[in-house]
């Protein structure tokens, strides 16, 4: 593939950041290439016709052209903004913490379709508010998890309650199109907080920054 032969791929933008006078720098989870690097030029300008694309969680299919170590920004078709997500300070920082995840996980040149479905369905299910949030956290992790293989299997888990074993069995053995479909007790959902942040801390090398943000509104509401 030559350097200047466009491309396009489905993905969505985990992070933009400022770059020189008018561009920006783009991290975008796709379906073929994994988690790339692209480089918006102009795209804060008045006049572009790419600003839409320029936003974090936005979905949609990105033309490409490739260059040696990232890609520049031809066009955008964009399928969704998810523009609710910034509405809610809560559910902007747990969206934010998704694509953090994602990006932690994901690599360029690995195929990322589950992990990419995964993402979307999650946002869309902060959205619809059917669930809780916490408890989509939940299954976004556990679920991401074992799609990296590191979640091992359920017969494994020792110190756990059956309606925990029962859980955890649903969130690995249903299709991404189906995971986020069920509701939890407190009682049961903390159980499985513990499972995730126990397997989290065994297999994750890294601080979230968006967990800090979300830690800083708890004390904030708990404050006023």
């Known amino acids: 593939m030559g350097f200047e032969q466009e491309i396009a791929e489905k993905g969505i933008v985990l992070s933009a950041a400022l770059y020189g006078d008018y561009g920006k720098r783009l991290i975008i989870l796709t379906e073929n290439l994994g988690r790339i690097t692209v480089f918006a030029k102009n795209i804060r300008k008045q006049t572009s016709r790419l600003t839409a694309a320029g936003q974090s969680f936005v979905m949609g299919t990105f033309k490409l052209r490739p260059g040696r170590d990232s890609y520049t920004l031809v066009a955008a078709d964009i399928d969704n903004s998810f523009l609710e997500l910034s509405y809610d300070m809560d559910k902007f920082s747990l969206a ?9 996980y994901t690599r360029e040149g690995l195929a990322a379709a589950d992990e990419l479905n995964l993402l979307y369905l999650a946002f869309k299910a902060l959205i619809r508010d059917n669930i809780s949030d916490r408890t989509v956290r939940l299954i976004y992790e556990l679920k991401f998890m074992d799609i990296e293989g590191e979640v091992p299997e359920v017969a494994s888990f020792t110190r756990i309650t059956e309606e925990e074993r029962f859980v955890l069995n649903n969130i690995l053995s249903l299709p991404i199109s189906r995971v986020f479909s069920f509701n939890l007790t407190e009682e049961l ?25 979300m830690k800083n509104l708890d004390v904030v ?4």
């Open 96 to 104: 934010s913490y998704f694509c953090e995840f994602a990006s932690y």
């Open 189 to 213: 959902l903390t159980g499985m907080e513990k499972i995730s942040g126990s397997l989290i801390r065994k297999n994750v090398d890294k601080e979230f920054k968006s967990l800090d943000v």
């Open 221 to 224: 509401i708990k404050q006023s």
